[in-house]
């Protein structure tokens, strides 16, 4: 089974500054996908970055960042500059790739994460 | 515009009666959910379908049902409402494989009293 924990359940940061998003996963599937969505207080799901479990690079999305590291199975966002518009909650997900697994397609959610920018 | 509608997007209702909540995307989906989110759980899904008359339950279904009829639509239906299922409920939609995000609807925010 997926699973996808985000042990932060809140953090602050100063506006102009960067801050990392910690989220874990555990899959026995080869080939999976890795998602951040955020949730601002008007309860919108906002996809921000995606991360594909074969893809050789960290992918970035303007100001956000993916910090994968397969080997941990860690998939920490990034954002940089933080704006006042970025306070919002955070979610990591993953999705299921493997075709014809029991759990294919599904996306798992971690608990979510408060960022709160400070000017 | 593509998108995913949901309806409605507030609920205040009676334990025990009867309740369906729509949802509808535009951008030919093979793939939709339904999850429900609750404050320190995050999103859990209830149920999901890979296509028309392909469904299947996702981690929390109990008490809950649903169709796919149509590609585009995918409605929750709520047979007996109890105060538990008071949350907010999203619908999401996304082609199968690959990393497609998924799309989601605006939400549905449903009380049971």
């Known amino acids: 089974a997926q699973k996808i924990t985000q042990t932060q359940p809140g953090m602050f940061v100063q506006e102009k500054e960067a801050v990392t998003l910690d989220c874990t996963y555990d899959?026995?599937?080869?080939?999976?996908?890795l998602f951040w969505y955020k949730q601002p207080s008007s309860g919108e799901m906002i996809f921000l970055i995606y991360q594909g479990s074969y893809d050789q690079q960290n992918a970035t999305e303007g100001r956000y960042s993916l910090n994968f590291q397969k080997a941990r199975k860690s998939a920490n966002l990034v954002i940089s500059a933080s704006q006042l518009g970025d306070s919002a909650m955070y979610f990591c997900a993953m999705r299921d790739h493997n075709a014809g697994g029991t759990s294919y397609g599904k996306l798992t959610f971690g608990q979510g994460t408060i960022l709160t920018v400070h000017p | 515009e593509a998108q995913v509608t949901q309806n409605p997007r507030y609920l205040i209702t009676v334990t025990g009666k009867k309740l369906t909540v729509t949802c509808s995307q535009n951008m030919n989906h093979e793939y939709m959910s339904w999850y429900r989110q609750d404050p320190g759980l995050g999103l859990r899904q209830i149920y999901y379908s890979m296509n028309v008359e392909v469904t299947d339950k996702g981690d929390v279904p109990e008490g809950y049902k649903v169709s796919r009829k149509e590609k585009r639509n995918f409605p929750l239906i709520l047979e007996s409402p109890s105060p538990n299922q008071t949350s907010l409920y999203f619908c999401?939609?996304?082609?199968?494989?690959?990393?497609?995000?998924?799309?989601f609807g605006p939400g549905t925010r449903l009380t049971v009293l």
């Open positions: 999401a939609s996304s082609f199968v494989g690959g990393g497609g995000e998924q799309f």
């Open positions: 899959t026995s599937d080869p080939s999976y996908g």
